[in-house]
């Protein structure tokens, strides 16, 4: 599980290919826990405000707060001490989105537009099988950091080198796709031995 992987991108994103780079260590916490992609907004954001593998005491928690620890499913948060009096958040990201690639024929406009979709989450870029016809293509690509590559059957040539991606804040939003490109990794790059481990 070691390099990256790639899974196709899921419903509200579809039509590219994630290329991810997977936590072996939470996966593996995952598994033994048998805790599938956390999805639930409320109980990311909660998440977020809390560090992680570090116990604080339950009663510095917001009562919203105290709600979502409790209702996560099991291996999110660890409830500690004799009267349950310390959470411990013990979620972690599974998995790393590198880039997303969307492949066309032409260069579009709505291939672009599909591309940029992506431009929160992660470095994007756009494989077609025909060559732009001007140049102004090739300047509208790399003003939006869009990745171009002409495709010659399998062999790729770099006509735009994908701008690298930098976060610009994490946010809730962010770490549910991350769980929903997780979801889509089990779904379709682990066994169904590992997959349905208890």
Partial sequence: MTGIVEVPSFHGYSGATLHLTINPTEHHRRQQADLGPVTNWSILDTCMTLPHNEPLPWRSLSPRHQEDVHRAPHGVFHLGGPHQQTVTRLLLR??????????????????????????????????ITRRPRTPDTLIEFGYWGVGLYLDHDGELETLVEPAPWRPQRHTPAAWRFTERAYATYLKHAVPTAERTRP
């Fill in 94 to 127: 599974p998995c790393r989105i590198e880039r997303a690639t969307v492949r066309a024929a032409t260069a579009s406009a709505t291939a672009l537009a599909k591309t940029t979709q992506f431009a929160p989450m992660c470095e994007r870029s756009l494989i």
